[in-house]
């Protein structure tokens, strides 16, 4: 079982900034590969960044890729998503995601890839 706790959600001005964070306990943290989606009111969730065990690789959807960095501390249990730019659309619950696999392709866009998730954190960004 992997336990996952996402903070650093909140309310910001579009061109900003917010650091996600996703505290992990359980089984080893270092052994599973994560990711982060968002969901906004009515749509479906969806794919934003994933990060495999060691942090050597890293995905990003379209819409983020240059602006999003996703990062991983192994020692702290904790993967971050720097979110910079920031635009309304944007605006979403961010969920992170464990994978019971250390790696990732980078076609693995899907939900149903990721084992555990957490309760997620919202992020609005105003215009």
């Known amino acids: 079982q992997v336990q996952l706790v996402e903070s650093g959600g909140g309310l910001v001005q579009a061109g900003g900034s917010l650091r996600l964070s996703c505290a992990a306990s359980?089984?080893?943290?270092?052994?599973?590969?994560m990711g982060w989606f968002r969901q906004a009111p009515g749509k479906e969730r969806e794919f934003v960044a994933a990060?495999?065990?060691?942090?050597?690789?890293?995905y990003y959807a379209d819409s983020v890729k240059g602006r999003f960095t996703i990062s991983r501390d192994n020692a702290k249990n904790t993967v971050y998503l720097q979110m910079n730019s920031l635009k309304p659309e944007d605006t979403a619950v961010y969920y992170c995601?464990?994978?019971?696999?250390?790696?990732?392709?980078?076609?693995?866009?899907?939900?149903?890839?990721?084992?555990?998730w957490g309760q997620g954190t919202q992020v609005t960004v105003s215009s």
């Open positions: 990060i495999n065990w060691n942090g050597d690789n890293t």
């Open positions: 359980g089984r080893t943290f270092s052994s599973n590969a």
């Open positions: 995601a464990a994978r019971i696999s250390s790696s990732v392709p980078y076609y693995y866009t899907g939900e149903y890839h990721y084992t555990y």
